[in-house]
């Protein structure tokens, strides 16, 4: 028999943890731009920060906590997280990755982070002052190069944070069942902007400082040679291959891409994973949890809140325009802020101080809903929601029940009659649905410097969202990209199919992994199909027209349907059934509310816009208009696959 679920009593409940934390007892001794030698000779730049005492380190042995970054070590951000565990009794150690910043080589998205990292642990654990115990965290790039580095299972690796990062880039990270996200080709101009090329050419950067993303997004396919990334030829190179090496291939494989690919041989450390329902990642830091305490001892543990992606949004109590109450927060929840809360983890494992967390259920999570519905002080839907602790993953006690895509635009769990019709709709890739939120990030532009602005603000200030991150009433609305008027209800379009239950009678939780299983065809002999689950309130005096809150989302794309990694086109026409794997998610449905789910074609700019032809991906000439339908008659029964936890 599971472990029944556990609420947790958050706030204030950290309180009794702290005398167990290491103290602030020392000074810090910065050494700058350490050079660390790797295997090929290429030397990457380091940081270390050491305990001191009147200005001078002191001696002896020490554990030391790393972060590696694409971002530039000498942000205050990372010299802020270094000095707090230095103080505490830890060497800092903050490394620009290979090719960034102050490190030599070349840079290539995520490529060379195996080697690197276990190269560097290797010279960590060479030095007189290492007592031989390293402990890592960080966050996106940050945890995809720890997880790659464990894939070389170092020997001095002792403990882990991986936080809000992929653990598949090609099944579900740069790509999603197919979809290319086009985050990933955002980041590559804005971290061409912060490229050694352009720090050292001042017409390198003035012309990416000019590139609109706005403009690009729409000029797609990116031309090699065409676009301000040429002019960084290893940037436009990775962005490139990202979006045009759409089968899969050996070259996916890598272990700084493929982290599954490798889990036999990643290192068997304490792990804790962090993300948010909202971030990029949850399904792909619900893998590695499933996977490594299926293959590890650990202990493997994962906390999952409500946020969105980064590190200091885990201190926040809203994603978007939703807010989840002042449980939702990890400061003052859970720790008194972040790096306490990292400390616990590596006090424990580094230092062996006994301070019981261990001992704690390896799964916190946190249930969104419960809240009062009005608008808050701050503007934001109050949807509320609690911790709660739980002991696996996916929940022993769920109950996976079918919800039947009707063709009047109803969703039950009745199975639809043996007449029912199908819903069509045209997908016109010049008018796609536009992305108004959800789980995304990276997905950005540098905003230009200003007029009469003094100085150099970084790029990483700059970055303007070009979707909102997190929840948000799903409707159209003045400055959302592809947005137009009259700013209507997604749901409202003709190329958006919505079918929703009736107003529950009682209180529906839904948590776990979710799919949507479509009978479908099309005109076109390739093109996507997207789903995304909704949370409809009712009509009330702060939300008259109701508010349509996204849940979670998904997307297939066609030719790439049965996951071989291997392109089949579809014959036009033909029926053919499509699994569609939305993130996974935590949600109380409260009584009175609808559950809705949204089928179509497109959900742009997260990703990119599938233009029908069948033609190579990220290489087409030209779109058509596809006709798409989806069929549920009693031998054709789309529907959803809800987690529904009982009461």
């Not at 197919?178 to 050694?196: D, E, N």
């Not at 001892?297 to 201190?315: A, R, Y």
């Not at 208009?625 to 529907?639: C, L, Y």
């Amino acid at each position: 028999m599971a472990n029944e679920a556990k609420s947790s009593t958050t706030a204030g409940s950290f309180e009794s943890n702290q005398d167990k934390l290491s103290k602030p007892r020392y000074g810090v001794l910065i050494a700058k731009d350490v050079m660390v030698p790797m295997r090929d000779g290429v030397r990457l730049a380091a940081d270390l920060y050491f305990p001191a005492i009147d200005g001078k380190a002191v001696e002896g042995r020490w554990p030391s906590v790393m972060q590696r970054t694409p971002y530039n070590k000498s942000d205050v951000h990372y010299g802020g997280h270094a000095e707090y565990f230095c103080k505490r009794g830890y060497v800092g150690i903050v490394m620009d990755c290979r090719g960034r910043f102050n490190s030599e080589g070349d840079y290539y998205h995520f490529i060379y982070e195996a080697e690197d990292g276990y190269d560097t642990c290797e010279w960590i654990g060479r030095q007189t002052w290492s007592d031989g115990r390293i402990g890592t965290f960080g966050v996106s790039y940050g945890s995809q190069v720890q997880s790659a580095m464990a894939t070389q299972n170092p020997r001095n690796l002792a403990a882990m944070i991986p936080t809000e990062g992929p653990s598949n880039i090609y099944e579900y990270g740069l790509r999603h069942d197919g979809a290319f996200q086009l985050k990933f080709l955002t980041a590559g101009f804005w971290f061409g902007l912060m490229s050694q090329e352009a720090r050292d050419n001042p017409a390198i950067r003035k012309a990416l400082e000019g590139a609109r993303m706005g403009d690009w997004l729409w000029r797609l396919p990116l031309k090699r040679g065409q676009s301000p990334l040429a002019l960084i030829p290893n940037y436009e190179s990775f962005v490139i291959d990202f979006m045009t090496r759409g089968d899969h291939e050996p070259f996916w494989d890598q272990p700084g891409f493929n982290i599954e690919a490798h889990y036999d041989e990643h290192s068997d450390v304490p792990t804790y994973l962090v993300c948010g329902w909202y971030d990029s990642w949850p399904r792909a830091m619900f893998i590695h949890f499933m996977e490594l305490s299926r293959r590890k001892k650990g202990p493997i543990k994962i906390l999952m809140g409500p946020w969105i992606h980064g590190d200091d949004t885990v201190e926040l109590t809203y994603s978007g325009d939703v807010d989840f109450g002042p449980e939702a927060s990890l400061q003052g929840n859970l720790a008194e802020h972040r790096n306490a809360w990292r400390l616990r983890w590596f006090d424990r494992w580094l230092k062996g101080i006994g301070n019981g967390v261990d001992e704690e259920p390896p799964v916190k999570m946190f249930v969104m809903g419960g809240g009062s519905g009005r608008r808050n002080a701050e503007g934001r839907l109050d949807h509320g929601g609690r911790w709660r602790d739980e002991y696996e993953w996916p929940l022993a006690r769920t109950q996976y029940t079918n919800y039947y895509l009707h063709p009047d635009g109803t969703l039950s769990p009745q199975s639809p009659g043996s007449n029912g019709s199908p819903s069509g709709y045209l997908y016109d890739p010049n008018h796609p649905v536009p992305t108004i939120s959800g789980s995304l990030s990276g997905l950005a532009e540098i905003v230009p410097m200003e007029a009469g602005v003094h100085g150099d603000p970084p790029p990483m200030t700059r970055l303007r969202n070009l979707a909102v991150q997190g929840a948000m009433h799903q409707a159209e609305y003045p400055g959302g990209f592809a947005c137009k008027p009259p700013y209507l209800p997604l749901s409202a379009r003709q190329d958006v199919l919505s079918f929703q239950t009736a107003p529950l009678e009682q209180n529906i939780e839904v948590t776990g992994p979710i799919t949507v299983k479509l009978w479908a065809s099309s005109s076109a002999p390739d093109t996507d199909f997207t789903a995304k689950l909704l949370d409809i309130y009712p009509s009330s005096d702060d939300y008259p027209d109701g508010y349509h809150m996204n849940i979670t989302e998904g997307i297939v794309r066609a030719r790439y349907r049965d996951r071989s990694g291997k392109a089949k086109l579809l014959e036009p026409g033909a029926v053919y059934p499509f699994e569609i794997i939305l993130e996974p998610t935590s949600n109380l449905f409260q009584a009175g509310h609808r559950i809705r789910v949204d089928i179509s074609s497109s959900n742009f700019p997260r990703f990119d816009i599938n233009p029908n032809t069948g033609e190579p991906v990220g290489q087409h000439t030209h779109s058509v208009v596809a006709h798409n339908k989806i069929f549920h008659d009693s031998r054709r029964e789309s529907h959803i696959v809800l987690p529904v936890i009982p009461e």
